[in-house]
């Protein structure tokens, strides 16, 4: 046995091995989440210090306040807060509060009780900058407070960016309350019909004080009165899927890794990815992207990036594979 | 970057993006390992979770009181992270309880007091010693546990340490020899310490 603490330090290190390492994909999406996160931390200023009135005026304004809260009959009025805001909007949009109708635009914040209603076009909101809420065509989505929102009609998509990330958010349907465990999944309501579909994740549907249902990947559950019909095994790609796709925040590529840009688009579109050998996957973290994929569509953004890293990108039956097959 | 702490909250909260990439590069593989060792049999999880606790943890950055290391108060939201994702699976309460989850442990390493004449090689049973190095090199100050690995396990050279970490190579013999020396004290925390038994 060695005694020379340094040569057994060693020995241990030796025996332990490198230590283990998330997946690069894990790491593409877990650096995508971060950086939002510590964007949305820079955004919010730190709470600002009050400006000091002199005493006896602040003195003076507190028993004037007073006074006048104890001699005036009170109205209590629930005051508006912020719930969300429209990050996207895809034709034509329109924000009704009580009879109020405005257009939709981005940028537009959603306080609480205002209804977004999309008619032909669709939209998207966010919500404290990680929760994402994707509008299909004819869908009315009420913004009742920070948690919750009611699905009146349409399609909705949601994703919450990973299992159990994004805050708490409750939806109301006909049906009961649905709330995200996670991550990706869209809720459509049809009269007195709701269905609920899941892609990766699940959701909880709640009815009354009693757990109802859990419904995940791969399953969808359609409830109209006491009728409820289950399909399992659904592909989390396709034609279902691809209309919120279409209305993901658009991806910042300037100087990102390709691998970052591979993650998110294998999260939007429900793709599986594979790369043809691990030298591709090193490839793919060390190339960095420039310029911009605004306006293209996914196969014009793989096409694009393709051609200018000079790494085929391959789509077949939901798996993008990079490299040769 | 060769920050404190401190240093390094103080740069993400400017919004420096350069401390943001060694802030994440740092700590997420390291946070997915403090998961893992809680659910060995679920990767994805740990992913998940580690991403989570970086999420949570940037933003509530401002927070952060610098009351215990950037990493123990990590640990502390993962823990969190944890128990609030596993309430409904009992995959979190049935889990092995880990050395370093001993509050006195964790204090222990907190303060990093020095032992002497311990001789790691006394140190009983393959996997926990195994799990007790690596978590080890996890909870070692930056670029400690890096430098350990690339010495070590993938033999390069001062010279190629040097230049991959942008100092001379005096300067890296020494940081070796601070590496080994936290290492030592903080594997020997960690692994209790025990006086007898050998390494099988």
Same mark, same amino acid.
């Given at each position: 046995m060695s005694t020379d603490p340094d040569r057994s330090i060693e020995t241990l290190i030796r025996l332990a091995g490198e230590r283990e390492m998330p997946s690069d994909e894990a790491t593409a999406r877990a650096r995508a989440a971060a950086e939002a996160s510590w964007r949305a931390m820079l955004a919010d200023k730190p709470p600002q210090r009050r400006s000091r009135l002199p005493l006896a005026l602040a003195a003076a304004l507190t028993l004037a306040v007073l006074g006048w809260y104890a001699w005036t009959p009170r109205v209590v009025v629930q005051p508006s807060v912020l719930v969300a805001r429209v990050v996207t909007v895809d034709g034509a949009a329109r924000i009704a509060r009580g009879r109020e109708l405005q257009i939709a635009r981005r940028d537009h914040d959603l306080m609480s009780g205002v209804i977004l209603q999309t008619g032909q076009g669709r939209a998207a909101a966010t919500i404290a900058h990680a929760l994402s809420l994707r509008l299909d065509h004819d869908t009315r989505l009420r913004f009742d407070g920070r948690d919750h929102v009611t699905l009146l009609e349409g399609s909705l998509y949601v994703d919450s %960016? %990973?299992?159990?990330?994004g805050p708490p958010l409750t939806i109301s349907t006909p049906a009961g309350d649905v709330r995200h465990i996670g991550t990706q999944f869209q809720i459509r309501v049809s009269g007195d019909t709701t269905g609920i579909r899941v892609r990766e994740g699940r959701v909880a549907l709640r009815r009354g004080a009693t757990l109802a249902r859990t419904v995940a990947a791969g399953d969808a559950l359609e409830i109209r009165g006491a009728e409820e019909h289950w399909r399992h095994g659904l592909p989390s790609f396709g034609a279902d899927w691809e209309w919120s796709a279409a209305l993901a925040p658009a991806l910042a590529?300037?100087?990102?890794?390709m691998v970052e840009f591979l993650a998110w688009m294998a999260r939007e579109h429900g793709w599986q990815l594979h790369f043809g050998d691990e030298a591709l996957q090193r490839q793919a973290q060390e190339i960095h992207l420039h310029g911009s994929l605004d306006g293209l569509d996914a196969a014009a953004m793989l096409a694009r990036v393709a051609l200018v890293t000079g790494v085929p990108l391959t789509l077949d039956d939901g798996v993008l594979w990079v490299g040769a097959r | 970057m060769n920050l404190t702490d401190g240093e390094l909250v103080e740069a993400l909260l400017r919004g420096d993006r350069r401390a943001f990439e060694h802030f994440f590069h740092e700590y997420y593989p390291k946070l997915y390992r403090f998961a893992k060792r809680r659910m060995p049999q679920d990767a994805a999880a740990a992913e998940d979770i580690a991403q989570g606790t970086l999420c949570r943890a940037l933003e509530s950055l401002r927070g952060y009181r610098g009351e215990a290391a950037l990493f123990t108060w990590l640990c502390t939201l993962c823990r969190r992270e944890m128990s609030a994702r596993w309430d409904e699976a009992r995959a979190w309460n049935t889990a092995p309880r880990l050395a370093e989850e001993d509050p006195s442990i964790r204090a222990a390493l907190e303060s990093l007091l020095a032992r002497e004449q311990? #001789?790691? *090689?006394? !140190? !009983?049973?393959r996997e926990q010693v195994r799990t007790s190095i690596l978590a080890a090199l996890d909870y070692l100050p930056a670029p400690y546990g890096d430098i350990l690995e690339w010495k070590? *396990?993938? #033999?390069?050279?001062m010279g190629e340490i040097a230049r991959r970490l942008g100092r001379s190579p005096k300067a890296v013999e020494s940081l070796l020899t601070r590496a080994r020396e936290a290492f030592r004290e903080t594997f020997s925390t960690l692994s209790g310490g025990q006086p007898e038994g050998e390494l099988p």
């Open positions: %960016g %990973g299992l159990g990330l590529i300037e100087d990102r890794p | 311990w #001789d790691p *090689l006394q !140190a !009983a049973g070590y *396990l993938r #033999d390069m050279s």
